[in-house]
């Protein structure tokens, strides 16, 4: 059973707080998109508020174990400053003496920011004398960074199995009260729309959440190995002939369950992946050799939003087509509009989805939008995440 941060007292602790602050930079390390900061604030307030001696620690892009500036956290440092009204400073690492006496002179209600972690290849090693030296900075351990609670990594598991007291955050709450809600409690009928470019990276998914939906809408890349599997020829699309049996299985599979299993009907196709590129609308019996599947067709779109109607519970992950460039946009877009417009509860998760529902102006109109993509898919695949794990061991 995990426990939350608002079951702990936190009156002069000191809280290390795993969050997700991977935010996206410019060129010239300025912030242009601070939601991953946001969504954590309610769970930093709670903890400012409590009393908590508050150490927070992210890590930010890739710097593979080493000291690079450009992935410095100073940024989100002075937002964080911005947002709560007072200075948060930067450790100059997150671990060593320096930082060590740093954070013993946080004081209660206030704030310090630990440099990037993945500044030690410790963190995504999971290295025991890592974990270690970030467990010793504080008593209390609250991981609010779902996005990453799918990664054995130092922070999301080592550090809680060295303390005797954790908890989630609010944001943890809700991605898996929101994700029971969908698939573990649902109402129906359960609708699960899946997309994106390979079979292989949603095989998982499909196969966990085949016997909890009604129906199962599968677009994007991945549905041209659907269609090898039904027969058609689909040009030079990227497909994945080595899982046309496994596709062909899913199938047969869905009929025995009576679950009602979509797949494209038309397509929107091009000679090539570009935004110039002449595009065209084919059945999927006729989609020519020397062309390649980019979107769903406007037939399948209308199918696939007639489907919706009536939906109690909408799981949304991954697009229906190459959807950043507008010829291919429009499948991708319509569904958005849908979702939006249906009253079900709808749970999108995955970067590329997000992004869709914004580009639709959809984000208001839908229940909840996942921040994890990764660890939203590990989820649908029925997957324990060792972030999770971490939480209900800690203490035991």
Request: hydrophobic content about 40%.
């Given at each position: 059973?995990?426990?939350?941060?608002?079951?702990?007292?936190?009156k002069?602790?000191?809280?290390?707080?795993?969050?997700?602050?991977?935010?996206?930079?410019?060129?010239?390390?300025?912030?242009?998109?601070?939601?991953?900061i946001?969504?954590?604030?309610?769970?930093?307030?709670?903890?400012?508020?409590s009393?908590?001696?508050?150490?927070?620690?992210?890590?930010?892009?890739?710097?593979?174990?080493?000291?690079?500036?450009?992935?410095?956290?100073?940024?989100?440092?002075?937002?964080?400053?911005?947002?709560?009204?007072?200075?948060?400073?930067?450790?100059?690492?997150?671990?060593?003496?320096?930082?060590?006496?740093?954070?013993?002179?946080?004081?209660?209600g206030?704030?310090?920011?630990l440099?990037?972690?993945?500044y030690?290849?410790?963190?995504?090693?999971?290295?025991?004398?890592?974990?270690?030296?970030?467990?010793?900075?504080?008593?209390?351990?609250?991981?609010?960074?779902?996005?990453?609670?799918?990664r054995?990594?130092?922070?999301?598991?080592?550090?809680?199995?060295?303390?005797k007291?954790?908890?989630?955050?609010?944001?943890?709450k809700?991605?898996?009260?929101?994700?029971?809600?969908a698939?573990?409690?649902?109402?129906?009928?359960?609708?699960?729309?899946?997309?994106?470019?390979k079979?292989?990276?949603?095989?998982?998914?499909?196969?966990?959440?085949?016997?909890?939906?009604?129906?199962?809408?599968?677009?994007?890349?991945?549905?041209?190995?659907?269609?090898?599997?039904?027969?058609?020829?689909?040009?030079?699309?990227?497909?994945?002939?080595?899982?046309?049996?496994?596709?062909?299985?899913?199938?047969?599979?869905?009929?025995k369950?009576?679950?009602?299993?979509?797949?494209?009907?038309d397509?929107?196709?091009?000679?090539?992946?570009?935004?110039?590129?002449?595009?065209?609308?084919?059945?999927?019996s006729?989609?020519?050799?020397?062309?390649?599947?980019l979107?769903?067709?406007?037939?399948?779109?209308?199918?696939?939003?007639?489907?919706?109607?009536?939906?109690?519970?909408?799981?949304?992950?991954?697009p229906?087509?190459?959807?950043?460039?507008?010829?291919?946009s429009?499948?991708?877009?319509?569904?958005?509009?849908?979702?939006?417009?249906?009253?079900?509860?709808?749970?999108?998760?995955?970067?590329?989805?997000?992004?869709?529902?914004?580009?639709a102006?959809?984000k208001?109109?839908?229940?909840?939008?996942?921040?994890?993509?990764g660890?939203?898919?590990?989820?649908?695949?029925?997957?324990?995440?060792?972030?999770?794990?971490?939480l209900?061991?800690?203490?035991?």
């Amino acid at each position: 059973m995990i426990r939350f941060i608002d079951e702990l007292d936190l009156k002069s602790k000191t809280v290390i707080m795993r969050v997700d602050f991977n935010v996206p930079l410019d060129s010239s390390c300025n912030i242009t998109d601070d939601n991953r900061i946001q969504a954590a604030m309610p769970t930093v307030r709670h903890a400012l508020e409590s009393g908590a001696r508050l150490i927070v620690c992210s890590h930010l892009g890739r710097p593979k174990g080493q000291r690079v500036e450009k992935f410095s956290l100073a940024p989100v440092a002075r937002r964080l400053s911005e947002i709560l009204g007072f200075d948060v400073p930067l450790a100059p690492d997150c671990i060593g003496q320096e930082t060590a006496e740093m954070a013993k002179s946080v004081q209660d209600g206030r704030c310090l920011m630990l440099e990037n972690l993945r500044y030690h290849k410790g963190e995504t090693d999971n290295d025991p004398d890592f974990a270690s030296k970030l467990a010793s900075l504080a008593q209390v351990y609250v991981n609010d960074a779902f996005a990453v609670s799918h990664r054995a990594h130092a922070s999301v598991v080592g550090v809680p199995a060295l303390l005797k007291e954790c908890a989630g955050g609010f944001l943890m709450k809700s991605e898996i009260t929101y994700f029971n809600r969908a698939m573990k409690n649902p109402e129906r009928p359960v609708v699960a729309i899946l997309g994106g470019a390979k079979v292989s990276s949603k095989l998982g998914a499909i196969t966990n959440i085949l016997p909890k939906v009604d129906v199962l809408i599968i677009g994007g890349a991945m549905a041209n190995t659907f269609l090898l599997a039904q027969g058609y020829k689909t040009g030079k699309s990227l497909t994945e002939p080595d899982l046309v049996d496994t596709a062909r299985s899913l199938i047969e599979d869905a009929e025995k369950r009576g679950v009602k299993l979509l797949l494209p009907v038309d397509a929107v196709v091009a000679t090539e992946f570009s935004e110039s590129a002449p595009a065209e609308t084919v059945s999927v019996s006729d989609v020519p050799d020397d062309r390649m599947i980019l979107d769903i067709g406007p037939e399948t779109t209308k199918k696939y939003c007639n489907a919706l109607d009536g939906a109690a519970t909408i799981v949304w992950n991954g697009p229906m087509g190459a959807f950043e460039m507008k010829p291919f946009s429009k499948g991708t877009m319509e569904l958005a509009h849908a979702v939006g417009r249906s009253s079900a509860l709808s749970i999108i998760g995955g970067g590329d989805t997000d992004l869709a529902v914004h580009l639709a102006g959809e984000k208001d109109n839908v229940s909840y939008m996942s921040t994890g993509g990764g660890a939203f898919l590990s989820l649908l695949e029925g997957k324990v995440l060792p972030g999770f794990e971490a939480l209900e061991k800690c203490g035991g």
